[in-house]
């Protein structure tokens, strides 16, 4: 059902999660750092590390040879990277997963039907906060800036979640 809509609706904007300067050169630490983190974390948890954009991450690791197997699986895999409610929207029984579901399609993105997205101004981050524990996530909430905007973000990687809402 979410899916259905949102595949109406179209495409979502892209956001960037961190400020970046795209003439920053690559350090050697930063170097150390991706090679010891790349079978531990996914790029968007070592961009944010960083200060730098996914892109940036994965076009770096490509040209120093690390595998971009791991960072790829948690969007493949059905598993949820943080555990979460993977049937919240099986049946929309209450308010509140109504609004959310609402919320969703109005100012999320539901990626691929693999994992959602929410970003909103960081005077909003008790929303965002209330829509975490409504799905029992254990996902971060994220705080980031965007022309000199904070905005705070929740990603929650869940494929179960968006099957059983189709």
Do not use: P
Not at 6 to 17: I, K, L, P
Not at 40 to 65: P, T
Not at 147 to 156: A, D, E, H, T, V
């Amino acid at each position: 059902m979410i899916t259905d809509i949102a595949a109406s609706v179209g495409q979502c904007e892209n956001f960037t999660m961190t400020t970046t300067s795209s003439k920053r050169r690559w350090i050697q630490s930063e170097d150390d750092y991706l090679r010891a983190m790349a079978d531990k974390k996914v790029s968007v948890d070592i961009a944010n590390a960083l200060g730098r954009s996914r892109a940036s991450i994965r076009l770096r690791a490509q040209r120093i040879g690390i595998s971009l197997t791991h960072w790829n699986q948690h969007l493949s895999s059905d598993a949820s990277r943080h555990k979460c409610d993977d049937h919240f929207f099986s049946v929309l029984d209450s308010d509140a997963k109504a609004y959310w579901a609402g919320f969703i399609l109005a100012d999320g993105c539901v990626h691929r039907g693999r994992f959602v997205s929410v970003f909103q101004s960081v005077r909003d981050i008790a929303l965002i906060r209330q829509f975490k524990a409504d799905a029992n996530s254990e996902s971060s909430v994220s705080v980031s800036s965007k022309n000199g905007k904070q905005y705070c973000s929740l990603i929650i990687n869940s494929r179960q979640m968006f099957i059983q809402s189709q």
